[in-house]
Nanobody
Framework: QVQLVESGGGLVQAGGSLRLSCAAS????????MGWFRQAPGKEREFVAA????????YYTDSMKGRFTISRDNAKNTVYLQMNSLKPEDTAVYSC???????????????WGQGTQVTVSS
């Protein structure tokens, strides 16, 4: 049983930056791979980034690599998503997820947060 709570979303102008945080409960956080996904209205949920339990392995969607960075602080039971050079098309609800391995498919994760809204204006 893992509970995940995202924070850090909000309204930002195009070209700006946001850092999302995902705080996790549990005593074995470092054993979980973590992922970030996003979903815009009327669109499918989309993989954003993933990180292994130790933080040594990361994956990114090609279109986001170079702008977004995933990281984690296991001492704080928290995973982060640093988002730079934001574009209006980045507008979505961003959710974090925990699973056994850092995969890109949502069904490979076991626990999900409720999401945080990111809105990028022109």
């Amino acid at each position: 049983q893992v509970q995940l709570v995202e924070s850090g979303g909000g309204l930002v102008q195009a070209g700006g930056s946001l850092r999302l945080s995902c705080a996790a409960s549990g005593r074995t956080f470092s054993r979980y791979a973590m992922g970030w996904f996003r979903q815009a209205p009327g669109k499918e949920r989309e993989f954003v980034a993933a990180i292994s339990g130790s933080g040594s392995i990361t994956y990114y969607t090609d279109s986001m690599k170079g702008r977004f960075t995933i990281s984690r602080d296991n001492a704080k039971n928290t995973v982060y998503l640093q988002m730079n050079s934001l574009k209006p098309e980045d507008t979505a609800v961003y959710s974090c997820a925990a699973g056994s391995v850092p995969r890109t498919r949502g069904y490979e994760y076991d626990y999900w947060g409720q999401g945080t809204q990111v809105t990028v204006s022109s």
